[in-house]
């Protein structure tokens, strides 16, 4: 009842309700805490052995990259008994990590030198305020970090993520051939009609590991922060709500927000700004979005 009258009343007689706007957030969240909340289970796997860690700990200096799975064989064969994920993780724990690398180009600048053709998916869910899960699901250029947020559902299924892969395609034209890589994580929700649009285009579709977020980095961050500039600062009601909502952020996101990546430039930005002369007369014009919760700031002519 707070959030439809405050959808009502205009921003300015807010005050006549007892409870602040951040309360009334946080009763929603409290209210989709109670309703998801699901048995507890014992995390991650039994812990390392102490004598493993020992003998990890004990190996002279740093262990080389690539040398990682030989060492853990020759403490299997020793009698430890030791994997290559023991042995790897007892090194970092014990400040041991890998020998850095002196030859070839990093991890970063291989992204880098092939970002013009990598292509990201992800879907990320949504309460509304009754409450009920909706779920988005957004593509992400990593050369541009230009977002494509392709559709919201209650109930995504395979046919339905599969369709929507063919009306993006179909939306960005001659400019889909451009693809050439697409990174997606292991939903089942990505059957193998999905991974078909793409590869046959001539892209080649890769999984990321079980349960390793940092594989699929652009796309978690921009759920990330889609979610605190966005949609964990307001109530949302229906489906047809969040696409509004999210179809405005996109327009933000894409054309005026900058990224540290593209040296504090948007991904599609309207026009090169032009530098002024004199610092002294410059002057900010504010533009709000979404009823004032996103400001955007640019020159005044």
């Known amino acids: 009842m707070l959030a439809a009258l405050s959808r009502l009343l205009p921003r300015s007689s807010w005050n ?21 909340t699901y048995p507890p289970k014992r995390p991650g796997r039994p812990p390392t052995r102490a004598d493993i860690r020992e003998a990890v ?42 020998a850095p690398r002196r030859t070839g180009a990093s991890w970063g600048q291989f992204l880098k030198a092939q970002a013009e053709g990598i292509w990201a998916c992800d879907l990320f869910h949504v309460d509304t305020v009754f409450p009920k899960r909706l779920y988005v699901l957004f593509f992400i250029e990593h050369a541009t970090r230009a977002v494509h947020v392709v559709g919201v559902t209650v109930h995504p299924t395979g046919t339905w993520v599969a369709q929507q892969a063919r009306n993006l395609l179909t939306d960005l034209g001659e400019q889909a051939e451009r693809i050439r890589f697409l990174i997606r994580d292991r939903d089942a929700k990505y059957t193998a009609v999905f991974d078909e649009v793409f590869t046959s285009l001539g892209a080649r579709v890769i999984k990321t590991p079980v349960r390793v977020p940092r594989a699929n980095a652009i796309a978690e961050r921009w759920v990330g922060t889609v979610r605190r500039e966005c949609t964990d600062q307001l109530l949302v009601y229906n489906d047809r709500h969040l696409r509004r909502v999210l179809q405005a952020y996109q327009w933000h ?49």
């Open 57 to 98: 700990c004990a190996w002279p200096g740093r262990i080389p990259r690539g040398a990682i799975s030989a060492s853990a064989a020759n403490w299997s064969a020793s009698g430890y008994g030791c994997r290559p994920a023991q042995c790897a993780t007892s090194s970092k724990r014990a400040g041991l990590g890998p």
């Open 16 to 36: 006549v309700f007892l409870v602040t706007p951040a309360t009334l957030l946080r009763w929603h969240r409290a209210l989709v805490t109670r309703q998801w």
């Open 253 to 301: 996101d894409n054309r005026h927000r900058p990224h540290r990546s593209r040296e504090r430039q948007p991904p599609q930005p309207p026009h090169a700004p032009v530098a002024p002369s004199d610092l002294d007369q410059i002057r900010l014009q504010r533009r709000q979005i979404r009823d004032g919760l996103i400001n955007q700031y640019r020159w005044a002519a």
